[in-house]
Structures are given as C-alpha cells and as structure tokens.
C-alpha cells in the first residue's frame, strides 16, 4: 500500500518537475487571464497576449492549468493548452534581427582591424622590404666571404708551394756554388802548401 502511494505521489509530481523553467509562449491570437489559482473564479493578476514569453513553472496537465512567470516576476495560473513552445513569428524576427544587428557589428569590427593590420602593414612594409634587402646582402656577404676565404686559401698554398722551390732552388743554388768552389779552394790550398816546403 505504502508503495502504491509514493508511486502515485510521484506520477503527479512527475509534471511539475518536468515542467519546470521551460520558456512557453502563447499560441495563436488570443488574450488569457492570468490567475492567482487555478481556478477561472481566482483573482486576476493580469492578461497575457499572444507573443508574450513566460517560464512554465508547474503543470497540472495538458488540458487543466499551468503555473507560470512573467519576464517582470509576476506569477499565475492560466489554460496550459494555449501554451506552446515554438517561438512566435514575431520574436523570431526580432531575434534575427538582433542576430543580424550583432553580426553586422562584428563585421564592423573586423573591418576596422582588417584596416588597422593593413595600416601597420603598410608602415612596416619599408622595414620589411629593408630586411629582405638586408638577408639579401647578407647572403651575398657570407657567399663573397667564402670566396675570399677559398681565394686566400689559394694563396696560402700557392705561397707555401712558391717558398719551397725558392729554399729548394737556394740550397741547389749553394750547393752548385759549393761544388764549384771546393775544387778551386781545395787547389789553392795545395799551391799554398808547396810553396811553404
């Protein structure tokens, strides 16, 4: 029995939770009385047009009434089936027309910046153009430095190469003269010998 109770319990309050801050509109064209209970004899609170948005508090059934509140904070009963979910044509196109007012600004915004980066750009262009030039004769520096490098090289070795036939050429140079000499030294020093015996 206890069972069947919290069963039933919470069928009926499966609705009010269901419900619960949904965004509903009236439907179609009409005015509804918006009540303090659910009940048609209850104090009125005021009337809700077609178009108006509310937040579906509660639900007592498709058929039977709705708790609902108004954008001011306002609350009442009124016939849950004249509510709807769809948005009415009139706050689509208000909203489209938000969309498109947002848009058209973010457009405008990105055209300043378009213009701005196009701005810096075309200040930072010289200094561009001086960097290129700048790699450029750097790349022409570092070729014509290897260049240098491989020439002096060149040189080096050539030097070196030019030094050893020169010490080359003075050692057979001296030893010719040497040669040549020795014999003449070598006679002279007999004469000069037999005179003095």
């Known amino acids: 029995m206890l069972f069947r109770t919290l069963l039933a319990a919470a069928l009926l309050a499966a609705p009010a939770a269901w ?34 948005r509310m937040t579906l508090i509660r639900s ?36 489209t027309r938000e969309q498109l007012e947002a848009e058209r600004s973010e457009v405008t915004a990105l055209q300043q910046q378009v213009e701005s ?8 262009k010289p200094a561009l153009e001086l960097a290129d030039r700048n790699a450029e004769l750097e790349a022409q520096l570092e070729a014509r430095q290897a ?13 070196a190469k030019q030094r ?5 050429g003075a050692l057979v140079g001296g ?6 000499l020795l014999p003449v ?10 005179g003095d015996l």
């Open 117 to 124: 980066l196009q701005s810096r750009l075309e200040q930072a």
């Open 164 to 168: 050893t036939l020169l010490i080359g």
């Open 147 to 159: 260049e240098l490098d491989r020439s002096l090289e060149a040189f080096n070795a050539e030097v």
């Open 19 to 52: 419900a619960q801050d949904q965004i509903r509109y009236i439907n179609g064209e009409r005015t509804l009385a918006l009540r303090e209970e659910p009940d048609s004899d209850s104090r009125l609170v005021t009337f809700v047009s077609t178009g108006q």
């Open 60 to 95: 007592l059934g498709e058929n039977s009434y709705a708790r609902v509140r108004l954008p001011d904070g306002r609350e009442g009963w009124l016939a849950g089936r004249y509510l709807t979910e769809e948005v009415p044509p009139a706050e689509q196109l208000e909203r």
């Open 175 to 180: 030893g010719i003269i040497f040669g040549l």
């Open 185 to 194: 030294l070598s006679r002279s020093r007999r004469r000069s010998g037999y």
